[in-house]
């Protein structure tokens, strides 16, 4: 659902249904590239659910698509005052420049074709990504609490309990609200929610930091840069192990807070509006912080194990998360560039909480 730019357009049914086309058109053409993407096909195939109930990735996406699809057509036919959406103003400007491309490239677009442009691939990248991921940490999170609920050895067993599952349950879950706000954000835009997006980062430093973060460009980086992580890191000495885990758990918890602050407005590469509550009023980048926080807990055995092999690959590891961290920096400091570049709203925020990463030092 996108509303941007109302215009002086009547809202007769024409303009609804040429909103609605279009919205449908990328919404199926983002689907049907995702669902065929080689890097998704084991997700597409892969079979979720339990006896009597279960669906593939491919029959999930499906029926989300379509129930999207469903929902924008009830919005975009009782729409009070329809304006042009910005689906609808990405395909005037395809149509542009398919009949003028030079015209086109040399004059540029008014900023409300650029962000509209911008904004379409933008959802049209991460909501499918999402949906799907939504649904395999909600799977993830059923099949865990039902093996814990099950099972009698665990309740003797605690080191075995929380190993098997319930370390697994609790991070399901919290990734799974995170994903559920993300999604939602990228879902959902309208005035009456003040989360409209108003502008897109448009460089390609931006995006770039943003994309190498995401599949399928993470898998590159990653081959790049090593990925000495474990989500979940084996420590020998029990406290350790609990200890750390638990930390590690709380740091996402944290970020995931830090999503439900976003609310209405969560999404990549965009200024909908500054939050200042909630993590967000204590640093300006609390979810990338607590993140690197927990995959530096969650590289320490692997990091261990490289300098017992040698200095020189100890060295290697800690550079690689290193490394990772610092693609984090350069995402918070291209979005900080963008938000100050559209208006004195980030400005004004950034006077107020002074620091990005570390409370009174940076």
């Avoid at 659902?1 to 053409?29: E, H, I, Q």
């Avoid at 098997?164 to 559920?180: E, K, S, T």
Wanted: net charge positive; hydrophobic share 50%.
């Amino acid at each position: 659902m996108d509303r941007a730019f109302t215009t002086s357009d009547p809202g007769t049914l024409s303009l609804r249904l040429r909103n609605l086309a279009s919205s449908a058109l990328f919404v199926l053409l983002a689907s049907v590239i995702y669902a065929f993407s080689p890097h998704n096909a084991r997700q597409m195939e892969r079979l979720y659910g339990w006896v009597g109930f279960s669906f593939t990735g491919a029959e999930f996406l499906l029926n989300a698509t379509l129930g999207y699809v469903g929902l924008l057509a009830i919005f975009y036919l009782a729409e009070r005052k329809p304006g042009v959406s910005k689906s609808l103003r990405t395909v005037r400007v395809a149509g542009r420049f398919l009949r003028r491309p030079l015209d086109v490239w040399h004059s540029g677009l008014e900023r409300a074709d650029r962000v509209a442009v911008l904004t379409t691939l933008l959802k049209g990248f991460f909501a499918p990504m999402m949906t799907m991921s939504l649904i395999v940490f909600l799977m993830s999170a059923i099949e865990n609490a039902s093996a814990i609920a099950t099972s009698n050895t665990f309740r003797w067993d605690p080191r075995m309990a929380f190993d098997w599952y319930g370390f697994w349950l609790m991070l399901r879950i919290i990734l799974f609200v995170d994903v559920l706000v993300f999604t939602i954000g990228y879902l959902v835009e309208l005035p009456r929610l003040k989360n409209e997006i108003r502008s897109v980062d448009p460089t390609l430093m931006g995006w770039g930091a943003a994309m190498v973060c995401y599949p399928p460009f993470n898998v590159l980086t990653g081959k790049l840069l090593g990925a000495n992580v474990s989500d979940f890191p084996r420590f020998d000495d029990p406290t350790a192990h609990f200890g750390l885990n638990l930390a590690l758990l709380a740091l996402l918890a944290i970020y995931a807070s830090a999503s439900v602050a976003l609310g209405w407005k969560a999404s990549n590469l965009t200024h909908r509006g500054v939050i200042a509550r909630g993590p967000y009023a204590v640093i300006r980048h609390p979810a990338y912080v607590c993140k690197n926080m927990a995959w530096w807990i969650g590289s320490i055995p692997l990091v261990s194990a490289e300098f017992a092999h040698s200095a020189f690959a100890g060295v290697s590891a800690v550079a690689s998360v290193v490394a990772w961290s610092m693609i984090y920096v350069l995402r918070a400091l291209t979005e900080e560039d963008h938000l100050k570049s559209v208006d004195g709203e980030y400005a004004a925020y950034a006077a107020k909480v002074r620091y990005r990463f570390i409370p009174g030092v940076i």
